[in-house]
C-alpha cells in the first residue's frame, strides 16, 4: 500500500498483515497505529529503504526485520511518554551499514543478539535506563561507535556485544551492572581508560583483550571472578588499580590473566628479567601479587608502573618497608622515586 498524499513522494505503509507484499524498491515505509509487531524479515534486504516511521503501537521488530537494509538511515521512534517498543530482536538492524546515531525510546526492555551487528557508520548509540538485557554480540563491528553508556539497569553485558568496536573511545559503566561476558569489548582499540563500578562481580574470558591504547583500569572492590586473559595484548597499560576486601585480591599476570589470592605471603610485586619494553601485561613487566598492603600497592603503582624496566621489588608485612634488587639496567631514577616511598 502507497500513501500518495505526502509531499516528500510515496511512502510504503506497513500494515503488519501476513503475506503483506513489500516492494524490493521501497524507499519510505509509515507503520500505523494499530500495528503491534514488525513481522520476522519483514523488510530483509530491501537495499533502497532509507526511513521507517514507527507508530507507538509497536511492541516488538522481530528477528532480521531490517537486516541487510543498507541504506536505511533514519528510524523514527514516536516520544517516550506515547511509544511502547519493548524488544528489539536479533539481526533486527543486522548490517544497516547507513545509521549513523540512535536513540532509543525508554520503554525498550532487551536488545536481540546481533541486533546492530556491523553497524558500521553508527558513531551515537544512547541506550537508555530501563534496558535489562544486552544480548552477545549486539553491536559487534560497529567500528564508527565512539562512546556508549551502560545504564544500571543493565545486570549483563553479552559475549562480543562490543567487539571490534574500534573508534570506541570511552565506555561509561554505571553501578548496577554485575557481569560483562567474553570477550565483550575485546579489540575495541581506541579505548583508553576503564573504570568498573564496584557491583561488577565477573570478567568474561578476553574481556578487554587486544585493547592496545588501554592505559589506565580500576577493578572493583567486589571483584569476584576474571576468566582467562581478561586483559590479554593491552600493552598500553601504564596503571592498574586493586582493591582489596579482607585478605582477597587479584593478580593480573603477563598474559592478561588474572588470579585470585587469599593468603598473606611476603612476596608482594615482582617485575620480569627482560630488558624488552612490551608494557606490564607483557615479560617486560609482570605484575604477581602474593599478599599486600593497599596503601604501598597504590604507590608503587603510581610511581613504577610505568616503567617497565624495574625487576624485583618486595614488601616486608613486618616493618612496612619497600626493598627492592636491581639490575644494571633499572634506571637511577627509578630507584629513588622507589627510596621516597
Known amino acids: 500500500m502507497l500513501d500518495n498524499n505526502n509531499d516528500d513522494g510515496d511512502i510504503f505503509v506497513y500494515t503488519g498483515e501476513e503475506g503483506q507484499r513489500i516492494p524490493k524498491d521501497v524507499t519510505h515505509v509509515r ?12 523488510f530483509y534486504g530491501r537495499s533502497d529503504l ?5 507508530s507507538a503501537s509497536v511492541q516488538r521488530i522481530e528477528f532480521a526485520a531490517f537486516c541487510h537494509c543498507t541504506s536505511l538511515a533514519w528510524i523514527i521512534f514516536p516520544k517516550d511518554d506515547e ?3 519493548e524488544e528489539i530482536g536479533g539481526h533486527a538492524f543486522y548490517c544497516c551499514e547507513s545509521l549513523t546515531a540512535l536513540k532509543l525510546p525508554t520503554t525498550v526492555r532487551g ?12 558513531v551515537s548509540m544512547d541506550l537508555r535506563e530501563g534496558i535489562r538485557q544486552i544480548a552477545q554480540q549486539a553491536f559487534l563491528d560497529c567500528a564508527s561507535l565512539k562512546h556508549i553508556k551502560i545504564p544500571s539497569t543493565t545486570k549483563k553485558i553479552g559475549n562480543e556485544t562490543f567487539y571490534r568496536c574500534h573508534s570506541l573511545e570511552s565506555v561509561e559503566l554505571s553501578e548496577g551492572i554485575e557481569e560483562i561476558g567474553h570477550a565483550a569489548f575485546g579489540m575495541c582499540k581506541s579505548l583508553r581508560n576503564l573504570r568498573l563500578p564496584s557491583t561488577v562481580e565477573r570478567i568474561g574470558r578476553r574481556a578487554f583483550c587486544a585493547c592496545k591504547n588501554l592505559q589506565a583500569i580500576e577493578l572493583p572492590v567486589g571483584l569476584k571472578e576474571v576468566g582467562r586473559r581478561g586483559f590479554h595484548r593491552c600493552n598500553a597499560i601504564k596503571s592498574v588499580r586493586f582493591y582489596v576486601r579482607g585478605n582477597r585480591y587479584f593478580e593480573l599476570t603477563c598474559h592478561g590473566n588474572a588470579l585470585e589470592h587469599d593468603d598473606n605471603r611476603e612476596l608482594v610485586l ?9 608494557g606490564v601485561f607483557q615479560a617486560a613487566h609482570t605484575l604477581v601479587c602474593e599478599a599486600l598492603l593497599p596503601k604501598y600497592f597504590a604507590m608503587f603503582l603510581e610511581r613504577c608502573a610505568s616503567e617497565p624496566d624495574a625487576i624485583f621489588y618486595f614488601l616486608s608485612r613486618k616493618n612496612a618497608e619497600l ?18 616511598i
Open 270 to 278: 615482582k617485575g620480569a628479567r627482560s630488558k624488552e619494553k612490551l
Open 111 to 122: 536488545i536481540g543478539p546481533r541486533a546492530f551487528y556491523g553497524c558500521r557508520s553508527l
Open 323 to 340: 626493598l627492592y634488587e636491581a639490575a644494571t639496567f633499572v634506571p637511577k631514577q627509578n630507584k629513588r622515586k622507589l627510596e621516597q
Open 31 to 42: 507503520v500505523p497505529n494499530g500495528v503491534t509487531t514488525i513481522r520476522a524479515r519483514a
Open 83 to 85: 511509544g511502547r517498543l
Open 50 to 54: 532509507i526511513s521507517v516511521c514507527l
